[in-house]
């Protein structure tokens, strides 16, 4: 039995309201004729755009999130973002510990427990992004880091919630504009590691955890990763932002896996 593929994106602090729901639409439209029991597909827009995307679209072929959100469900935190109040949108999941909320605004791994946690309590599907920077590689530690970022992220995370758990990993050196794509075989290999971590922590339900590969995934190196056996989706950062180019990338990925599982 073939296992089901996870594409998704990050908007970031990009595209007004008019922008994504155009972008959602179009997405849905190219893609709606693959089966939803064969591949998963989510974005996760700003929050201004949030009110009106979840009403955009046909929430069943794209799930939408929300990229941070506060471990407090309401108090005297200017500028976050309550679980209630995505709740109220009707959202499907929330982007925990992305590395720029780790290395642009100081986020450490206990206060991303603290969100790993409120998220799924609040019964969202809960993607918890990891990864090291160049120099915890340059220092040969990024498997200490994976393991750390794992570990701490998910402490006194009950068995029963894994079900809601998502993992996206993604190095530091290799997003955004001046990222390095790490080669198949790295990307593979940490995959390794994050996955016998995952056993480590949830015992043998963490082997249902998908682990998602994100960092300058393109159309030139996707189809490799995606045949990797311990790679169970993408994480697409600009290369997903034109509809037709994800839509293209989603396609030629899924195909690929598939012709390789003969």
């Known amino acids: ?29 190219n893609t709606k004729d693959i089966s939803r029991d064969e591949i998963e597909l989510f974005v996760i827009p700003s929050y201004t755009t949030l009110s009106t995307a979840v009403d955009s679209v046909d929430r069943s072929f794209v799930k939408l999130g929300a990229q941070n959100m506060s471990w407090e469900d309401q108090g005297q935190f200017t500028g976050e973002i309550s679980p209630l109040m995505l709740k109220e949108l009707g959202l499907d999941l929330v982007m925990i510990g992305h590395s720029e909320r780790r290395n642009v605004f100081g ?4 206060e991303e427990n603290k969100k790993v946690k409120t998220a799924l309590n609040h019964g969202f599907t809960t993607l918890l992004c990891i990864g090291e920077t160049l120099e915890e590689k340059t220092f040969d530690i990024s498997n200490e880091v994976l393991r750390k970022q794992l570990k701490i992220g998910f402490h006194n995370v009950p068995v029963a919630q894994v079900s809601n758990i998502w993992v996206a990993y993604e190095p530091v050196w290799a997003i955004g504009v001046n990222g ?10 940490k995959h390794r590691v994050i996955k016998d971590c995952l056993l480590e922590i949830f015992g043998t339900s963490g082997k249902d955890i998908p682990v998602l590969y994100g960092g300058s995934v393109n159309p030139g190196n996707a189809n490799d990763l995606i045949i990797q056996p311990s790679i169970d989706g993408l994480f697409t950062g600009r290369s997903a932002w034109q509809a037709d180019d994800f839509n293209k990338l989603i396609r030629d990925a899924k195909d690929t896996y598939e012709a390789n599982q003969v």
């Open 1 to 29: 039995m073939q296992k089901k593929l996870y594409f998704g994106t990050n908007l970031k602090m990009y595209k007004t309201t008019k922008d994504t729901v155009d972008y959602l639409r179009a997405l849905v439209e």
């Open 107 to 110: 986020e450490t791994d206990v």
């Open 180 to 189: 390095i794509p790490a080669s198949v075989e790295y990307a593979e290999e």
